[in-house]
């Protein structure tokens, strides 16, 4: 060219187009081909792009970057077990429990249906039923394989042997004031003359020989009574409960237990128990009527000492809580599963004015060579 400022600017102009787009084509290079392009089998050189190309190196090097650097024990300590949070779950918790638990508006057999038990009144009730048939069918198996001795306790056993010689004196002192009174003294005449007139003559005679009636009953309750205050009646009779009590004592319990109608027991039993009980009332109040000062205890004093408790817990299993959490490979496995065309455009948007002037800084660079490369034609010319 014979104008020297033409050529210069013709360069100029050739070089901020080479510079620009070189530029920009290594922009694009980093995300572009998305994947792999093959000639038959042989793989064009520079393809996928550069990211697509390292990502899983990347994703591995992210990963190890966050669990080093970003998410780290301290980190989540600082952020997540503060005393700004800690006073944040405390008063979440608070107004819950304030306005969900201790509230007049649900009953506990509305809680209950809430956690799914619809039918909690029955299912109570039919378990006390079954634990009281239960227990005294266990009772009478228990008792029909044992004797009345071994059922009774021990203590039950002498009380109950230390009252036979007062059990024999209080039946000899009724015997006495019996025979003495009118109704005992009618009572021995009535058997003296039954006895008698049926000994025929020989009863006459012996009505003879003791003179009247009034005579014989006199001697014969003078005879009753001797004998009721002798010491050899108080031991006969002692002897005798005793002998009884033994064989009492031996005996099997079940053949007693076969006159106690069990069935009837246990339905009566059953009824008064769930009288008693009475569940579905007892189900239908509030928590605050079993519980008055609850919402006030749990607010203020349970509450506390849980979160506290539970903060310090979290503390301490912190570490081992993010080594299992494995964030490394988390970090990883997301940034090498991301669409490249997403992350692609995630940096685009990012960064756009930034790469436009990475492109525009390339021509401008060429634009400068173009001019010293023209400068030093002319020169050389």
């Known amino acids: 060219m014979d104008n020297p400022i033409i050529l210069i600017l013709f360069m100029a102009v050739i070089g901020a187009v080479i510079g620009g787009f070189t530029n920009f084509l290594a922009i694009k290079m980093l995300f572009r081909p998305h994947h792999a392009i093959y000639i038959k089998s042989w793989r064009l050189p520079l393809t996928p792009g550069l990211i697509p190309k390292r990502r899983g190196e990347i994703a591995k090097q992210l990963g190890t970057t966050v669990t080093n650097y970003l998410l780290t024990p301290e980190v989540f300590r600082k952020k997540l077990l503060s005393e700004e949070i800690r006073n944040v779950v405390l008063q979440f918790a608070q107004k819950t429990v304030e306005k969900s638990i201790f509230t007049n508006e649900k009953t506990i057999l509305d809680w209950a249906k809430f956690f799914g038990l619809q039918d909690l009144p029955n299912t109570v009730n039919g378990k006390v039923d079954a634990?009281?048939?239960?227990?005294?069918?266990n009772v009478r198996?228990?008792?029909?394989?044992?004797?009345?001795?071994?059922?009774?306790?021990?203590?039950?056993?002498?009380?109950?042997?230390?009252?036979?010689?007062?059990?024999?004196?209080?039946?000899?002192?009724?015997?006495?004031?019996?025979?003495?009174?009118?109704?005992?003294?009618?009572?021995?005449?009535?058997?003296?003359?039954?006895?008698?007139?049926?000994k025929g003559t020989i009863g006459g005679?012996?009505?003879?020989?003791?003179?009247?009636?009034?005579?014989?009953?006199?001697?014969?309750?003078?005879?009753?009574?001797?004998?009721?205050?002798?010491?050899?009646?108080?031991?006969?009779?002692?002897?005798?409960?005793?002998?009884?009590?033994?064989?009492?004592?031996q005996q099997p319990a079940e053949n007693f237990l076969h006159e106690i109608e069990f069935d009837l027991i246990i339905e009566k039993v059953q009824a008064y128990?769930?009288?008693?009980?009475?569940?579905?009332?007892?189900?239908?109040?509030?928590?605050?009527?079993?519980?008055?000062?609850?919402?006030?205890?749990?607010?203020?004093?349970?509450?506390?000492?849980?979160?506290?408790?539970?903060?310090?817990?979290?503390?301490?299993?912190?570490?081992?809580?993010v080594m299992r959490l494995n964030l490394q490979?988390?970090?990883?496995?997301?940034?090498?599963?991301?669409?490249?065309?997403?992350?692609?455009?995630?940096?685009l948007n990012v960064a756009n004015r930034e790469l436009k002037m990475i492109t525009v800084l390339g021509a401008v660079l060429g634009g400068v060579i173009g001019i010293v490369q023209g400068l030093i034609v002319l020169l050389l010319s």
């Open 141 to 198: 198996n228990t008792l029909s394989t044992k004797s009345i001795e071994q059922i009774i306790p021990d203590n039950v056993l002498h009380a109950i042997e230390s009252k036979i010689p007062v059990a024999a004196d209080y039946i000899l002192k009724k015997g006495e004031e019996y025979f003495t009174s009118s109704k005992g003294e009618m009572t021995i005449r009535n058997m003296m003359d039954d006895f008698l007139s049926s």
């Open 329 to 347: 490979e988390v970090v990883r496995e997301q940034v090498d599963s991301f669409p490249i065309e997403k992350l692609e455009e995630l940096v």
């Open 205 to 249: 005679m012996i009505q003879m020989l003791f003179g009247d009636s009034n005579t014989i009953v006199g001697r014969v309750q003078k005879e009753i009574l001797k004998f009721l205050n002798s010491p050899g009646a108080k031991t006969l009779l002692i002897n005798v409960f005793n002998q009884e009590w033994d064989k009492l004592k």
């Open 273 to 321: 128990a769930k009288k008693e009980l009475a569940i579905e009332e007892r189900l239908n109040k509030h928590i605050n009527d079993y519980w008055p000062k609850g919402s006030e205890y749990v607010t203020m004093e349970l509450l506390p000492k849980l979160i506290e408790k539970g903060f310090a817990l979290a503390e301490s299993k912190l570490e081992e809580i």
């Open 131 to 137: 634990v009281i048939e239960s227990q005294i069918l």
